[in-house]
């Protein structure tokens, strides 16, 4: 099965939400998806936010701000456009 980068993204989406951690995560990527397994940055980003708990919108605002500041803008550009 060919890994594609939407499928990778599921891969660590659901082993985060199995509570496995980044770098266990990203040890065992090019296993499963090859050479194209993303680096270690991109599974922490996915690991940072998951099954925490906030108190008020604000504080989720905050963590989603701050963790989107941390994408280089290559990963993102495009994203939007067709």
Known sequence: MEFTKKKMQFYIFMRCKLGESAKLIHETLPTVCGDCACP???????????????????????AVNSELRTIPEEDHQGVFRK
């Open 40 to 62: 270690y940055q991109s599974v922490c980003r996915r690991d940072r936010l998951a099954g925490r708990k906030f108190d008020r919108i604000q504080d989720l605002a905050k």
